[in-house]
C-alpha cells in the first residue's frame, strides 16, 4: 500500500449529499501506513452521526477493496448544532436561526456572499435556506443555475427550489426574467412576510437571508416579523463603501440583531496564471469600522475568477471549486458565524418585541396623538419614540 493508492481509493468516497470526494474537498489527512494497514483521519463539517458513520463504512469498503488488510479511519466532526432560546415574534416558527445578511449599497457581493455562505453551512451538516429578498436585484436563481425552474404551488403555499443541499426562495423564481417591480414599501414589507410565511420551509437549523440593500422597509419588517440570530455586513475596501456599511451595522445596532461579523468582499486579486495576491483596491481598510462597533472581519473575500464564472453558470464557487482560495475562506467565515450563533443561543438567544410597532395595523405613528405631543426638538438619528419605526 502507498499513500497514492490510499488516496485513490478514498476520492470514491462521496461526501454525503454532495457530488464531490473526501480526498478533492481536502478532508483527508494523517495518513499512515504500515504493509496493508492504513490509518488516517477524515476531518468533518457536518456534525450528523450519520454522516460520520456513512465516510468510515465506504472509506473502510473502499481501502479493503485497494488491498488493505486492517483500516482506522478517524472520523472528526463539529458539536451537534444547539436548538435556538430566542424569543418574541416569529411567523416562521420551524426555522431555528435567522441570518440576516445585508450592505449599505449594492454591487459589493453581497449575494455571492449569501449564497456561498449558506453551502457552507449545509457543508456543515445544517439544514439550510436562502431567502433572495433582495426584491428588485433577485440574482439567487441564476447564482445556483435555477433560473428556469419555478416553483411549486400547494393550495395557497408554495415550496421551495432545491439545489446544492439548500432550500431557495426568491423573487426571481415568481416572476417572469426581466420584469421590472416598481412597488413602494409597504408591497415590499408584505412580500417579505409571505416569503417567511408561506413558503413551505422545513425544519431549519438557518435560514439566510439575502436583504436588499440599504437600511429600510425591508429590514424593519424582517426584524418585527421573526428574531434574528444574528446579522452579516458585505463591503468593500473602498471608503465609499465603508460609508455605508458603517450604516448597515447601525442599524443592527438599532435593531438588536447581535452583529456575526464583516465579510470584506473584492479584498485583493488573485491572479489566476501565478496565484499571487495583489491589493488592487486595497486590504483589511474595514477594520477601523469593525472596531467601532465591537466586531470582527471574518472573511476577506479576493477577487478570483472562479466567483465570478461561477456566480455567472449558476455553479457556487465554495461547492464547485471547494479548494479555491474564495471558498476555503466563505467556509471559514461560515464556521465563524456558526459559533457566534451558537454562542447567542447559550446566552439566552434574541428578542425582537422591543421593535415591534406599538400602534395598530394601518395607523402611521406619526399621526396619533403621541407624535404631536412628542417633543419638536430631537438629536439626529434619534427616534421620535412613537414606534413609527421611521428612525
Not at 424569543?87 to 420551524?94: K, M
Request: with cysteine; glycine share 10%.
Amino acid at each position: 500500500m502507498t499513500e497514492e493508492i490510499v488516496k485513490s481509493a478514498l476520492s470514491k468516497v462521496m461526501y454525503p449529499g454532495f457530488t464531490k470526494d473526501i480526498v478533492t474537498f481536502g478532508f483527508v489527512n494523517s495518513i499512515a501506513i504500515d504493509g496493508t494497514n492504513v490509518s488516517f483521519t477524515v476531518e468533518i463539517t457536518s456534525s450528523a452521526p450519520e454522516v460520520a458513520q456513512q465516510i468510515k463504512d465506504e472509506a473502510t469498503e473502499a481501502l479493503k477493496a485497494a488491498g488493505a488488510s486492517s483500516v482506522n479511519c478517524n472520523v472528526k466532526a463539529p458539536q451537534m448544532p444547539k436548538e435556538s432560546s430566542s424569543q418574541g415574534r416569529n411567523i416562521a416558527p420551524q426555522v431555528k436561526n435567522f441570518l440576516m445578511v445585508s450592505s449599505g449599497k449594492g454591487g459589493v457581493g453581497k449575494s455571492t456572499t449569501s449564497l456561498n455562505i449558506a453551502i457552507a453551512f449545509a457543508a456543515q451538516g445544517l439544514k439550510v435556506g436562502l431567502l433572495d429578498a433582495d426584491i428588485y436585484g433577485p440574482n439567487i436563481p441564476r447564482m445556483m443555475g435555477v433560473s428556469d425552474i419555478k416553483p411549486e404551488v400547494n393550495g395557497n403555499k408554495v415550496l421551495p427550489i432545491k439545489a446544492y443541499g439548500i432550500e431557495m426562495m426568491s423573487m426571481g423564481s415568481l416572476m417572469e426574467e426581466g420584469q421590472a417591480l416598481i412597488w413602494r414599501g409597504a408591497m415590499i414589507m408584505k412580500a417579505i412576510e409571505q416569503f417567511l410565511r408561506d413558503i413551505v420551509w422545513s425544519e431549519l437549523d438557518i435560514l439566510v437571508i439575502d436583504m436588499p440593500p440599504g437600511t429600510g422597509d425591508a429590514q424593519l419588517s424582517l426584524a418585527q416579523a421573526v428574531p434574528v440570530t444574528a446579522g452579516l455586513t458585505v463591503t468593500t475596501p473602498q471608503s465609499v463603501s465603508l460609508d455605508d456599511s458603517r450604516r448597515s451595522l447601525s442599524m443592527f445596532k438599532k435593531l438588536n440583531i447581535p452583529i456575526a461579523g464583516i465579510v470584506e468582499n473584492m479584498s485583493g486579486f488573485i491572479a489566476p496564471d501565478t496565484g499571487v495576491e495583489y491589493d488592487i483596491f486595497g486590504k483589511g481598510t474595514s477594520q477601523p469600522m469593525a472596531d467601532e462597533f465591537s466586531t470582527q472581519i471574518i472573511a476577506e473575500i479576493p477577487i478570483e475568477p472562479s466567483v465570478r464564472t461561477g456566480g455567472d453558470e449558476g455553479k457556487p464557487v465554495t461547492f464547485a471549486n471547494p479548494t479555491s482560495e474564495s471558498a476555503k475562506r466563505f467556509t471559514e467565515a461560515a464556521a465563524s458565524i456558526w459559533a457566534t450563533i451558537e454562542a447567542i443561543n447559550a446566552e439566552g438567544g434574541v428578542d425582537n418585541a422591543g421593535v415591534q410597532p406599538t400602534t395598530p395595523p394601518g395607523v402611521s405613528a406619526c399621526s396619533t396623538p403621541a407624535a404631536s405631543s412628542a417633543p419638536a426638538s430631537k438629536s439626529e438619528g434619534e427616534s421620535c419614540g412613537t414606534g413609527c419605526g421611521c428612525h
